[in-house]
């Protein structure tokens, strides 16, 4: 607690009023993401739950359960560049066998845009490598041409 709330200050101090927390069960504790959520500070905390949905109404009872504002940010499609895990439509140069690593399918994503646009809240995800923004735009395509 305290350290959020010295983290909120210093966002104050430095003139922010509102931040974007990402968050998920991948990388931190539902109770951490609840908690940050309501802490009562002028900084205003938008929160990102970084789970995968497949409809409208998953997506509406997981906002319910978190108290997120979009089921986004830190959704892995892909890794990072730095561990080889950046999904690439070609090897990495220096490690010619690899080409990363992707965590969601095309129609895992989709889905996922679906049940969000569905629900009438946003949908995101991390996305760093060049095949999985290939794949994470794909799904953006074939919902909105739905």
Do not use: M, N
């Not at 002028?42 to 739950?49: E, S």
């Not at 970084?50 to 108290?67: C, F």
């Not at 994503?109 to 646009?117: D, G, K, M, S, Y």
């Amino acid at each position: 607690a305290r350290a959020r709330l010295a983290a909120l200050d210093d966002f104050a101090a430095h003139g922010y009023v509102a931040v974007h927390e990402c968050a998920g069960p991948d990388i931190s504790g539902l109770d951490d993401f609840t908690e940050l959520l309501g802490t009562d500070h002028p900084v205003q905390v938008r929160g990102y739950w970084g789970q995968a949905v497949r409809t409208g109404e998953d997506a509406a009872e997981l906002l319910a359960k978190t108290g997120a504002d979009a089921l986004g940010g830190d959704l892995f499609v892909d890794g990072s560049i730095g561990s080889h895990t950046a999904a690439l439509a070609h090897p990495y140069d220096d490690l010619p066998d690899c080409c990363g690593t992707t965590y969601l399918t095309e129609d895992e994503l989709t889905a996922h845009v679906r049940a969000c646009t569905s629900a009438g809240i946003q949908a995101g995800f991390h996305v760093i490598g060049d095949a999985a923004t290939t794949a994470a735009v794909a799904a953006f395509e074939a919902v909105a041409a739905e």
